[in-house]
């Protein structure tokens, strides 16, 4: 039996956008993987959790956003680790509930320079491996070790920091996101009173 990979997004989310839908969609089809899966974090352990949106909004935005999709889903096993979850804690916990996968840690650009001060950076290049996506202002590296593969995605300058804050100004912002997202957001009233109070994803 074919094992199956899947390439591991992390993010808040907040919200989910279709700069992220767009890259996840592209790795599926055109990088090392058989799915990526949008993996909720509850606490990014470099940011504040004061920062985001309640875990279950976000969670049901992810849900509306990839509804029917058989290559991109949705992985809320972060929720229910200790806080805050590192990366390696994830993996091994992926890796124990679905022992017929492989996985792979997708991570952009802008990260990849910080990697090392990742929590058993070695470890997971090594027992899990990376998929490097380009992210503006930070080159893709030329020269990277063993288990780690660079994917020239397509860039989607869009963020969920400027889509908040756009939303507490009171534009419309249907077109930056799938409409059913944009519906539960209008409809529940999020990101009105203060753009900046959620913080930065």
């Not at 700069?19 to 909720?40: C, K, R, T």
């Not at 593969?149 to 869009?158: E, G, N, S």
């Not at 804050?165 to 409409?179: K, L, Q, S, V, Y």
């Amino acid at each position: 039996m074919t094992r199956r990979v899947i390439g591991i997004l992390g993010g808040s989310f907040n919200p989910v956008h279709n700069g992220h839908l767009m890259l996840a969609s592209y790795i599926a089809q055109f990088g090392p993987v058989d799915e990526v899966w949008l993996n909720l974090s509850p606490q990014n352990p470099f940011k504040e959790q004061s920062e985001l949106l309640d875990d279950r909004h976000r969670l049901a935005m992810l849900d509306k956003a990839v509804n029917g999709s058989t290559t991109v889903k949705v992985c809320d096993v972060e929720l229910s680790l200790p806080q805050p979850s590192y990366t390696i804690n994830t993996m091994e916990k992926l890796e124990s509930m679905y022992p017929d996968c492989d996985f792979r840690i997708i991570i952009g650009s802008d990260n990849w320079p910080r990697f090392p001060e990742w929590r058993d950076s070695e470890a997971l290049i090594e027992r899990y491996g990376l998929i490097v996506y380009p992210r503006r202002d930070y080159p893709l590296p030329d020269i990277v070790p063993d288990n780690v593969t660079v994917v020239d995605a397509p860039m989607v300058d869009i963020s969920s920091t400027f889509i908040r804050e756009c939303i507490a100004e009171g534009r419309d912002m249907n077109f930056f996101m799938p409409p059913q997202v944009y519906e539960y957001i209008e409809r529940n009233k999020l990101y009105k009173n203060d753009g900046k109070q959620y913080g930065i994803e």
